[in-house]
């Protein structure tokens, strides 16, 4: 079946530091990725649809200039946390719909831990 | 708007008892609806989805969901509970044109020995 990968699996990074999360689709293009988060012990709230060649669209209360998200190609959507805060520790999940069969394909996650 | 209520945060069931995790959900439409488990630090993995066809639908590791429009329900069931069942079950719907899910709270669900 279709594949989602993400980069990193985990980061560590400090206070005021931006981080990048890479989001690919292996063996499909996709022009539409979303982007969750989740915290412990929570659901997944999504944060912003990343759009291929355009904008993302974010969800009401999510700040566009911290979450900034680049969907460069039909395979590679990026969600870069800038100047980090511990409060933005969670673990971030993206994932692409299926062409035809109205489900998503998520990514394995990654974990954010900022010190 | 789509929604959907996860009944019950955290389910306990004894290994080879019945799992049942409750799922209700609110849709203007015909609704396509989903069961995924999600084990610790791991992404989510698809059980099983409903998409307007059978309404009774068998997925993977024995599990099954019966669609109810009567009840607006999308219950999850499994005949006998095994250890390796224990996760976080989360039930999602999604729109009309497949793109946006909304998840429920999740359902914690421990195999006691």
């Known amino acids: 079946g279709a594949v989602v990968s993400q980069h990193p699996s985990w980061v560590i990074c400090k206070s005021g530091t931006s981080v990048k999360i890479e989001c690919r689709s292996l063996?499909?293009?996709?022009?539409?990725m979303f982007w969750y988060r989740q915290f412990p012990k929570q659901s997944l709230m999504l944060m912003a649809t990343?759009?291929?060649?355009?904008?993302?669209?974010?969800e009401q209360g999510v700040e566009k200039d911290k979450f900034l998200i680049n969907h460069a190609s039909l395979t590679l959507s990026t969600l870069t946390v800038t100047s980090a805060h511990p409060e933005d520790s969670s673990f971030y999940i993206c994932?692409?719909?299926?062409?035809?069969?109205?489900?998503?394909?998520f990514g394995p996650g990654t974990r954010l831990t900022v010190t | 708007a789509q929604s959907v209520t996860q009944l019950g945060s955290h389910v306990s069931v004894s290994e080879g008892a019945l799992v049942l995790l409750r799922c209700n959900y609110s849709s203007s439409v015909p609704p396509y609806l989903f069961w995924y488990v999600q084990y610790p630090n791991q992404g989510l993995q698809l059980l099983l989805k409903y998409t307007s066809a059978a309404t009774l639908v068998k997925g993977i590791n024995g599990f099954e969901a019966e669609f109810k429009k009567s009840e607006t329900s999308f219950h999850l069931t499994k005949p006998s509970a095994h250890m390796r069942d224990a996760a976080e079950y989360f039930c999602a719907v999604s729109d009309p044109a497949g793109n946006q899910f909304y998840f429920g709270t999740g359902t914690s669900l421990t195999v006691i020995p």
């Open positions: 994932s692409a719909p299926a062409f035809s069969s109205y489900e998503q394909y």
């Open positions: 990343s759009n291929e060649g355009s904008k993302a669209t974010y």
């Open positions: 063996d499909f293009q996709a022009t539409t």
